[in-house]
DNA sequence: AAGTTAGTTTGTAATATTTACAATTTAGAA
DNA sequence: TTCTAAATTGTAAATATTACAAACTAACTT
């Protein structure tokens, strides 16, 4: 989907040097869907890239969190994960599993920035809703 | 606004035994409105009770979690935050200070379980639906 | 009221995650 | 090809959290 190509853009056009270490990072954030961890990411990206340092994971995650090429996401767990999704997006989330999957709904977008948009809160002026939909993934419901 | 009896009896009714260490933890979480993290409260919960260890702080703020008497709450920084309020609410965050607060709005959540009880999402079940309201609160706008 | 004990707190050490920093290497401009 | 700012690496430090065993105590029993 995302080509090696356009990784290399993305990361031009932020101002940014062509590196192995950053063109594969990204690229495997891009193909893990699962809002990886730093941890996680250094594990795989190791495998491409050995001798790889945990370091140049935190500085190249938090270069790109700097440019916008990706985000930080949070979950009810300690451990930071990462986005590469940076289009506005919620989550599907299961506090069990620590599984935390994408969700686009511009229907609900639209409902609550029109809400939004009526009703004011004071002191405060909204730039970003995020939702978190907390569940289960009904993994059982398998037949 | 929340008495010493009503901390006890939350205590209490949680099946925990009461001492001075959970009590005034509580109390503390109750009192500050700013989602306070850990280290925060042993700061704060020391000078009530000089010796305190911060493994209590760590132990009891998991043990009221448990038990459903405090949740935890996250921010896009890197530390856990822990909140006394257990009723479902939203929050207002700012990234840029870090600063969080509490967000009720009953008609909000009205309009998002309608929502989400016609539209159902494959393969998940909603329990539970937290927004975070990212923003700027109006700090200048104080004449 | 004293005895008993399971539950709680404490202190220390370990782990996990992240950051600081200086030396080395490298991308890409000149 | 040369040069330099930027990036990577390795090590050590900082921060946040957890593990664990000894000491203590809340509250139940007698
Ligand atoms: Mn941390
Ligand atoms: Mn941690
Ligand atoms: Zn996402
Ligand atoms: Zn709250």
Chains 1, 2 share one sequence.
Do not use: W
């Not at 495997?28 to 990886?36: R, T, Y």
């Not at 050995?50 to 009810?76: A, C, H, W």
């Amino acid at each position: 989907m995302e080509s090696t190509q356009d990784i290399v853009k993305k990361i031009s056009d932020a101002g940014l040097k062509i590196t192995p270490q950053r063109v594969t990072v990204l690229q495997m954030l891009c193909k893990l869907k699962n809002h990886p961890t730093a941890d996680e990411l250094f594990a795989e990206v190791s495998q491409i890239l050995p001798g790889l340092s945990p370091t140049t994971i935190y500085n190249t995650l938090d270069t790109f969190v700097e440019k916008g090429l990706i985000k930080r996401v949070k979950t009810d767990a300690d451990v930071m994960r990462y986005d590469a999704i940076t289009d506005h997006h919620h989550h599907l989330y299961c506090a069990v599993s620590d599984r935390m999957e994408d969700y686009f709904d511009p229907e609900l977008d639209r409902i609550l920035s029109d809400y939004f948009n009526k009703k004011q809160i004071s002191g405060f002026s909204v730039s970003d809703i995020r939702l978190q939909l907390m569940g289960d993934f009904n993994e059982n419901n398998k037949n």
